[in-house]
C-alpha cells in the first residue's frame, strides 16, 4: 500500500494560484496517492507551518505572496541561483534538511527551449522590461546560460540598476526613454512587466524595430495571448508564452514531493488555458 504524500501552495491570498490545477492534473495523470491543496498562511505562521514539513507531515509546498523572501530566510539550504536572488517559490526535505529553491529562472528556460526548438542563447542580446522579482530571476537563469549581455529595461532605475550592479559585466540598466534604441540589437525580448496584464495598462513596444530574427517571450498569462505576442506574431516573430512558463516551473517540485518528474502536455495547456480564460469572463 502507497502512503499519501501531501504538498500545497501557501501564501495569501493564496486562492487565485493555479498550481492547484497543475499538480491535480499530474497527480492523476501518473496515479500517485497524494494531494495538492491551497493553504491560507500569514507571514506570521510561516515558521510553525515550515516545522510541518520538518516533521514529515507534508512533502513540501509551493510559496506565493507575501512569503516568498521571509520563506529564503527560514529554510536549511537552497541552490547557488536561489542565493543570488534571496526568494523561493518551492520548498521540499533532502537529507533531513528543508531546502527551497526559486524555479521561474529554469520554468522560463525549460519553456523557452520547448517553444524555439534548437535555439541558444549563447552570446545573445536581450531585452528584458521590467526589474521585479520575476525579472531577478531571469537575469540569473539567462547569465547562467551564457547569454551575451542584458539590458533591464524599468519605469524605477533603482530597481533595475540593482540588478545590474548584482550582475556586473552581464547586465546594464536602463530607462524606458531607451527602449525603441535598444529593440535593434535584441535577440530575445522579454516582458517581465505586469503591463499587458488583464486589468492592467497596457505595454507599448515598437514592435516593427526588431530584427525579424527576434524572438519575444512575454511571462504574463492572463490574457493568453497578449497584445506584444500578437503582434509579434503577425510580425512573422517566434514567441514564447507566459502559461508555458507557469507549466514548467512546477515540473521540479512535483518531481521533489512524488517522486517522478512530469511531463508538460498540451493537454494539461488546455486546462489551465479554460481555467485563465472561464476566470476572464466572470
Ligand atoms: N508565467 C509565469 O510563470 C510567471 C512567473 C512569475 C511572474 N509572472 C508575471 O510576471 C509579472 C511580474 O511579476 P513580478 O513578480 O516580477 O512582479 P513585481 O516584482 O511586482 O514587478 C512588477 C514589474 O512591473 C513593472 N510595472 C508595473 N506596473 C507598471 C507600470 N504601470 N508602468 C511601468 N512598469 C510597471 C514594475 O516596475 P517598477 O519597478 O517601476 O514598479 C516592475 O518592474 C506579473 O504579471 C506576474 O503575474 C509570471
Known sequence: MSTLRKACVIGS????????????YWLK???ITGTY??????????????????????AGCNVTIPLKERAFELVDCTNEQTGKLKSLNTIFMSQGMLCGISTDGA??????????????????????LGAGGAARALV???????????KIVNRTMTRAEAISTEFQDKVKAHSW??????????DLLINSTSLGMTGQPPLVVSVERLKPEAVVADIVYAPLETELLRR?????????????ML???????????????????????????????????D
Not at 13 to 24: D, F, K
Not at 107 to 128: E, P, Y
Not at 268 to 273: D, G, K, M, T, V
Request: hydrophobic share 40%.
Open 140 to 150: 540569473a537563469a539567462l547569465a547562467d546560460a551564457g547569454v551575451g549581455g542584458i
Open 107 to 128: 520554468g522560463f528556460m525549460a519553456n523557452l527551449a520547448d517553444a524555439v526548438k534548437g535555439w541558444s542563447c549563447t552570446s545573445k542580446h536581450v531585452v528584458i
Open 247 to 281: 507549466m514548467h516551473q512546477a515540473v521540479p517540485g512535483f518531481e521533489k514531493w512524488f517522486g517522478i518528474r512530469p511531463e508538460v502536455t498540451d493537454e494539461l495547456r488546455e486546462i489551465i488555458a479554460a481555467d485563465i480564460t472561464g476566470r476572464q469572463a
Open 232 to 244: 509579434a506574431r503577425q510580425l512573422g516573430h517566434r514567441c514564447v508564452d507566459g502559461l508555458g
Open 13 to 24: 491570498p493564496v486562492s487565485h494560484s493555479r498550481s492547484p490545477l497543475i499538480h491535480s
Open 29 to 31: 495523470k501518473y496515479g
Open 37 to 58: 491543496d491551497r493553504v491560507e498562511v500569514l507571514p506570521d505562521q510561516l515558521a510553525a507551518f515550515l516545522q510541518r514539513i520538518r516533521g514529515g507531515e507534508l
Open 177 to 186: 526613454d531607451d527602449l525603441t534604441d535598444l529593440l535593434g540589437n535584441a
